[in-house]
């Protein structure tokens, strides 16, 4: 089978593309990558070599370059990782969310229907809680729970997944859609909480907490969530969504305690130094309190659980990060230097 990767060189299409690529020598997998600052083809230089795989650099929101990759390669299965996709970027400029996450949606689902005109294509959309909105102190998402999302992120997340489940309920699409947790492992950007976290103890820089760090996220291993991808591919049901998750509900503060505990652990730092350097900051605008899954759906129908539990998962991903100086040190470009700048330069202590 040919198999279109959207977002293939980010950090959950990237591990991906490793867990795959070379399990499946049958399916040939094609990563279609505008390879923004969040890109990084380091992340695939073992699968890079492979004969079943191939990068194509094509910006998802350019129509005609979509359609041109559709004729070239015919692919029978979309799976759709390519966003733009952090917060607190989304909050100070909006626009490129809009353009790659609903326009770039939109160009392949409009070259999904003009090329599967049999209806034998699949469309796996890769999405997040995060368009369902903030939980209170109680209470779980599910495939059922009202869309409600607060950020510029979290909507233009939303607006995509209208636009899959649209184009099932109108032009027949085949599609699926897995809502996920926050996710967090090797190859991450480190502008996201755990990496940031974890670099900035290991450089002992300020760790900035936004507000009280009594916000909740439910975090999830990487290699989980690709799984559960892979398993709704092979075993979901079309035109069904299936919300992923570990039933790993942690308050941000603890996360950093954790990371403070775990990198002390392993680099011989008295942990008292690490946690010296948290600093609350000034808060996220509209800042979600609590995100948590209910998922039972794809627990029940599929059997997919999660392997890695939170001590295991980050305890890989502490070791990761140490051992990756060089991956690090690539990422950290110009523009990495110029975020944080933008981001916490402006943040005033909370
Ligand atoms: P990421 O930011 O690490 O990677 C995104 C990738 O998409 C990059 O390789 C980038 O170059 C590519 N891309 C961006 N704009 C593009 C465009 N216009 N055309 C082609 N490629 C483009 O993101 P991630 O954390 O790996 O997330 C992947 C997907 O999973 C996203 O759709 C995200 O919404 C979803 N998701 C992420 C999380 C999480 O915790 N990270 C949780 C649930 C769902
Ligand atoms: P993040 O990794 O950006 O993921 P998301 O916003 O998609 O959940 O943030 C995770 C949580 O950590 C979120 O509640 C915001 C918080 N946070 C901080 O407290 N400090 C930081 O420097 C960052 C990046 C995030």
Redesign the pocket.
Known sequence: MKILVTGGAGFIGSNFLQLLVPRHPEHEFINVDKLTYAANLENLREVASLPNYRLEQVDIADGPAVDALFERHAPELVVHFAAE????RSILGPAEFVRTNIEGTFQLLEACRKHWKTQAGLFHHVS?D?VYGSLGATGLFTEETRYDPS?P?SASKASSDHLVRAYARTYGLRTRVTNCS?NYGPYQFP????P??ILNCLERKPL????K?E?I?DWLYVGDHCEAIWQVIEAGKDGQTYNIGGHNEVK?LD?VHLLCSIVAEETGTPEAELRALIKF?QD?PG??LR?AIDASKIQRELGWTPRETFDTGLRKTVRWYIQSADWVRQVRSGDYRKWLER??GTRTSA
């Open positions: 996709s952090h917060v607190d997040t995060e950020s992120y926050n502008e996201k909480l755990i940031l976290m900035p907490v936004y507000g760090g916000n996220r941000n996360v900051v996220r800042h979600d995100y981001n916490y």
